[in-house]
């Protein structure tokens, strides 16, 4: 059974990954910043103009680094089974 990864190509799996990021900071920036308000003592807030902020610096850290990982975790699976199909056991 080869995973979907291995079907793609690089520049495939560094869309995936830079997608995937993007959509994880997008849904949990309102949670990270109920969080850090709450360690912090600061009143909490439904105004997205706070929820998001920093949204921006978060998506570019965390896309770069999933759109990375995504083709190197593929690459570093080839190596490992030299590129064969290899059924996975229980």
């Known amino acids: ?3 979907m990864s ?4 690089g520049l495939e799996n560094f869309a995936v990954g830079a997608s995937a990021g ?3 900071v997008t849904i949990l920036q309102p949670m990270l910043y ?8 600061l009143p909490l807030t439904l105004n997205p103009m706070v929820l998001y902020r920093g949204l921006t ?3 570019i ?6 759109a990375l990982q995504f083709p190197l975790a593929s690459f570093s699976a080839g190596l490992i089974t030299g590129g064969a199909d290899r059924k996975l056991n229980p």
């Open 1 to 3: 059974v080869r995973a």
């Open 6 to 9: 291995q079907e793609l190509s």
């Open 22 to 24: 993007t959509i994880e």
């Open 34 to 41: 109920c969080k850090n308000a709450t360690q912090q003592g």
């Open 57 to 59: 610096v978060s998506v």
């Open 61 to 66: 850290n965390m896309a770069s680094l999933t």
